[in-house]
């Protein structure tokens, strides 16, 4: 994998204060930040609400996320918004996430486009109802061009799911005599990979406390540093993400060194 270098970001307005960031290390922050977004049901349960206004209201913390990482200098936030698995539940909650899921894509286009943001997807596209996909196509083509942050939407995405896919791609050029055993190495992996055109993840954010990985970029993450919270994705805030960001910088990375 191509190695990508950081660099600092502007913040989204002038106006906008940066006095929780004053003792982040702008040398130290994570290129890639990836977070799975879990607790929207049970934050919707404790309130007396339906799921779907969990839902909602977790698309609020989205945003708040998003431009938190546009303003400290995160160059690629990765967003586990919907599994190949979550395709099992019950058809009204799909037919919601999907309405919501269009819903922020057309509210977020502008900002996006205001600041510098790139849309990219990783997943199983092709399975999203034509109508969003065609919205996610849309804005993804209009922000194509913007290098100042990546967000990166994993819909219909299950990491077991990739690597097959993967493994298919590369099966196929071995079959037709372009690739043989010895010239498959990790970086030929990385490349047949959703997520080839960007740095694996640095951090890996799990909110609500469970402590699994849920299918999610399972050959990414193998060196990132993992955080998890017991803050339901809806309480999550700006602060706390600081305060996460913080405690990486703490931590000394080996990658299986002394």
């Known amino acids: 994998?191509?190695?990508?270098?950081?660099?600092?970001?502007?913040?989204?307005?002038?106006?906008t204060s940066s006095s929780n960031y004053n003792d982040l290390d702008p040398a130290k922050l994570p290129s890639h930040v990836a977070v799975i977004m879990d607790g929207n049901g049970?934050?919707?349960?404790?309130?007396?609400?339906?799921?779907?206004?969990?839902?909602?209201?977790?698309?609020?913390?989205?945003?708040?996320?998003?431009?938190?990482?546009?303003?400290?200098?995160?160059?690629?936030?990765t967003l586990y918004a919907?599994?190949?698995?979550?395709?099992?539940?019950?058809?009204?909650?799909?037919?919601?996430?999907?309405?919501?899921?269009?819903?922020f894509l057309e509210s977020e286009k502008k900002e996006m486009l205001d600041n510098n943001i790139r849309l990219?997807?990783?997943?199983?596209?092709?399975?999203?109802?034509?109508?969003?996909?065609q919205t996610l196509?849309?804005?993804?083509?209009?922000?194509?061009?913007?290098?100042?942050?990546?967000l990166n939407l994993a819909l219909s995405y299950g990491g077991?799911?990739?690597?097959?896919?993967?493994?298919?791609?590369?099966?196929?050029?071995?079959?037709?005599?372009?690739?043989?055993?010895d010239s498959i190495t990790p970086e030929i992996i990385s490349e047949h990979l959703y997520t080839h055109q960007m740095p694996d993840p640095d951090l890996l954010i799990r909110t609500s406390g469970e402590?699994?990985?849920?299918?999610?970029?399972l050959w990414q993450i193998a060196y990132s540093e993992i955080y998890i919270t017991d803050t339901l994705w809806p309480d999550f805030g700006k602060d706390e993400f600081v305060r996460i960001l913080k405690d990486y910088?703490?931590?000394?990375?080996?990658?299986?060194k002394v």
């Open 1 to 15: 994998m191509k190695s990508v270098k950081k660099k600092r970001k502007k913040s989204l307005n002038s106006n």
């Open 42 to 77: 049970r934050w919707a349960k404790k309130r007396l609400l339906n799921r779907i206004q969990g839902h909602e209201k977790g698309s609020k913390t989205v945003r708040t996320i998003v431009r938190a990482c546009r303003e400290i200098g995160i160059s690629y936030l």
């Open 82 to 103: 919907f599994s190949t698995e979550n395709w099992q539940r019950p058809q009204s909650e799909v037919l919601a996430l999907m309405t919501l899921l269009k819903k």
């Open 120 to 133: 990219y997807a990783i997943g199983q596209i092709e399975r999203l109802p034509e109508n969003v996909r």
């Open 137 to 150: 196509h849309n804005v993804m083509a209009l922000t194509k061009n913007n290098n100042g942050m990546t």
């Open 160 to 181: 077991r799911a990739e690597i097959v896919k993967m493994v298919k791609e590369i099966a196929i050029k071995a079959k037709e005599g372009r690739m043989g055993p």
């Open 211 to 217: 402590m699994r990985i849920s299918n999610f970029l």
């Open 249 to 256: 910088q703490q931590r000394e990375r080996r990658f299986g």
